[in-house]
């Protein structure tokens, strides 16, 4: 758990610094290197493939989740160091290939010195099929299959803990014991809220941002009036929240991290009842 919970931590991290910090670079300081049109393709290249790379590890975070509490029998073999390795890796290799048609997306727009510079989509993105076909292609991967993985395996989830629960009280009534607490009930407690607190915050963030998209396309299609551009803003802040919350859900829960925050907001209280003693 700790291997995805580090591996989400590092790919919103990417996100942060792609979507945001470079995106944002461009947008307020023009004219810099990053409008060199082959660094520009590749930080349009770097975006998605950050996101697809956070959105799948959350659904491979899910799954390995569902497996430890749903399937006893897998548990041993899959919920392992050495597969969520592997299965981080190969995530993360998939998102970066998947990513890379984005590349050919742009032309440059000036050529001064030899050298392109900024990034025009070319004009054959509008009437291609391949890239319509690819645009749906990926549309689908981010995030409309991760919405359906997610919720189908929290629903299992969710189910097998309630039945599993009501046996386990079952049991414990039958046999006339009682106690304070259940420690394997706190254990799956602590999972479930957990579980829900990293996918069931991404499908909540990102829902505005998807309902959005989605809208624009019926709104094309039928002649609708399209959504207003605080609408679409407001879809793409939360999506990009989403990518923020991991790192903090992964330092919340570590101990160390707790103790060390609560050491920096003690250190003024520290200093100034020292310095009064002395």
């Not at 099929?129 to 989830?157: A, C, D, E, K, Q």
Request: hydrophobic content about 45%; aromatic content about 16%.
């Amino acid at each position: 758990m700790t291997c995805y919970l580090i591996a989400m931590a590092a790919a919103d991290f990417l996100v942060v610094i792609a979507d945001v910090m470079l995106r944002w670079l461009i947008m307020y300081f023009p004219v810099s290197f990053l409008d060199i049109t082959y660094i520009c393709c590749l930080i349009m290249v770097l975006i998605p493939a950050t996101t697809m790379n956070s959105i799948w590890l959350t659904v491979a975070f899910t799954f390995d989740r569902f497996v430890a509490i749903c399937c006893q029998k897998l548990k041993t073999k899959y919920c392992t160091e050495k597969t969520a390795v592997r299965i981080i890796a190969t995530v993360s290799v998939l998102s970066y290939l998947e990513s890379i048609p984005w590349y050919f997306k742009f032309q440059s727009k000036y050529i001064f010195n030899n050298l392109p510079w900024f990034c025009d989509i070319k004009p054959e993105y509008y009437t291609s099929v391949f890239w319509t076909f690819y645009g749906v292609f990926h549309r689908v991967l981010s995030p409309s299959m991760p919405f359906i993985i997610i919720l189908v395996l929290n629903t299992l989830t969710v189910r097998y803990v309630l039945i599993a629960s009501k046996a386990r009280r079952r049991l414990q009534k039958d046999s006339d014991r009682e106690g304070p607490s259940d420690p394997e009930m706190v254990k799956r407690r602590k999972y479930i809220i957990l579980l829900f607190s990293i996918s069931g915050s991404f499908i909540i963030l990102w829902s505005p941002y998807s309902t959005c998209f989605l809208y624009q396309r019926i709104a094309i299609l039928h002649h609708y009036a399209p959504l207003s551009p605080t609408v679409g803003t407001f879809g793409y802040l939360l999506q990009l929240l989403s990518t923020c919350k991991n790192m903090c859900l992964y330092t919340v829960t570590q101990t160390q991290f707790r103790g060390q925050l609560k050491t920096v907001v003690k250190l003024p209280f520290t200093l100034v009842l020292r310095s009064i003693k002395q």
